[in-house]
Structure formats: structure tokens, C-alpha cells
């Protein structure tokens, strides 16, 4: 089992930036792939970004490609979230998943 702790989320105005964290803790030597989701409010979760542990390979959602990068420091077991050009419906909860274990989310407001 993989614990996953996030960080970072806050409010910030339409166009700003936020950088979330995730630390892995645990079996973190069976990891393959880390994702981040969100869920919005009254909306279902959904697929944001996803990096794979041993190449580094991204992979983003349409609604996000070109604003936000997933990055990986292997040495910390850590993966990142930048968040740039944020918009209001950026708005969620963003969680922190590998396989079955997910973390306890970080609030993300996007607000004038």
C-alpha cells in the first residue's frame, strides 16, 4: 500500500498559479504511474494528468494540456502539479492517485 499525502491547493484569481505536491510514502518501489484528478462541485471526478514513474511519459486532459505540467522528483517520491492560467472551472478538489490508493484531496478555488 501506497500513502499519498497533497498539498498546496488555495484560492487565487482567474489567470493565477498554484503548484500542488504529492508525497509518496509506503511500498512507494511498486509504483508505475501516478495520476491527479479532480472532482468539481456536483460534478463526477475526472482525469486531470498522469506521469509514468520510469520514463517520465506524460499525459494531460484536453481541458488542461498547455496550462498545466506534471512532474515527478523520484528522489523525494514526490509528483507535482503546476498550475498556470488557472480558470474558474478549475475549481475542485484535486486528489492524488496511484492504482488503488488515493489521497485526501487539496481544495483549489478559483475566484475573483
Known amino acids: 500500500q501506497v500513502q499519498l499525502v497533497e498539498s498546496g491547493g488555495g484560492l487565487v484569481q482567474p489567470g493565477g498559479s498554484l503548484r500542488l505536491s504529492c508525497v509518496a510514502s509506503g511500498f512507494t518501489f511498486t509504483i508505475s504511474a501516478m495520476h491527479w484528478f479532480r472532482r468539481a462541485p456536483g460534478k463526477e471526478r475526472e482525469f486531470v494528468a498522469s506521469?509514468?514513474?520510469?520514463?517520465?511519459?506524460?499525459y494531460y486532459a484536453d481541458s488542461v494540456k498547455g496550462r498545466f505540467t506534471i512532474s515527478l522528483d523520484k528522489a523525494k517520491t514526490t509528483m507535482y502539479l503546476q498550475m498556470n492560467s488557472l480558470k474558474v472551472e478549475d475549481t475542485a478538489i484535486y486528489y492524488c492517485?496511484?492504482?488503488?490508493?488515493w489521497g485526501q484531496g487539496t481544495q483549489v478555488t478559483v475566484s475573483s
Open positions: 506521469i509514468n514513474w520510469h520514463d517520465t511519459n506524460t
Open positions: 492517485n496511484t492504482r488503488s490508493d
